[in-house]
């Protein structure tokens, strides 16, 4: 059974910082990419940030350029997004998901889904 669950959000002021965290289990985590996507209330679902756990190709979404850093721990079978710099506008709930295909970008083609994981930021 693949699971997937993510951790690490919480209430943080503008300007501040949060580690989220998915940790996978039931796949071969070095063969996909994981990604991180956010939906804040009244608004899409969008691509944050991915990585391949193979090779470490990255993708983010401008907003999050320079702000954001996504790692892969494989040892771990985990993925962390660093939030530094955080902005009212990152206020989401945050999922991450992984795709068999490692590919690499902000769309939604993933094979599995995490849990979400509130991101609220304050001004």
């Known amino acids: 059974e693949v699971q997937l669950q993510a951790f690490g959000g919480g209430l943080v002021q503008a300007g501040g910082s949060l580690r989220l965290s998915c940790a996978a289990s039931?796949?071969?985590?070095?063969?996909?990419?994981t990604h991180w996507f956010r939906q804040a209330p009244g608004k899409e679902r969008e691509g944050v940030s991915c990585i391949s756990n193979n090779d470490g190709r990255t993708y983010y979404e401008d907003s999050v350029k320079g702000r954001f850093t996504i790692s892969s721990d494989n040892a771990r079978n985990t993925v962390y997004l660093q939030m530094n710099s955080l902005k009212p506008e990152d206020t989401a709930v945050y999922y991450c998901a992984v795709d068999r295909w490692n590919r690499i970008g902000g769309g939604e083609r993933v094979d599995y889904w995490g849990q979400g994981t509130q991101v609220t930021v304050s001004s």
């Open positions: 039931g796949i071969t985590f070095e063969n996909y990419s």
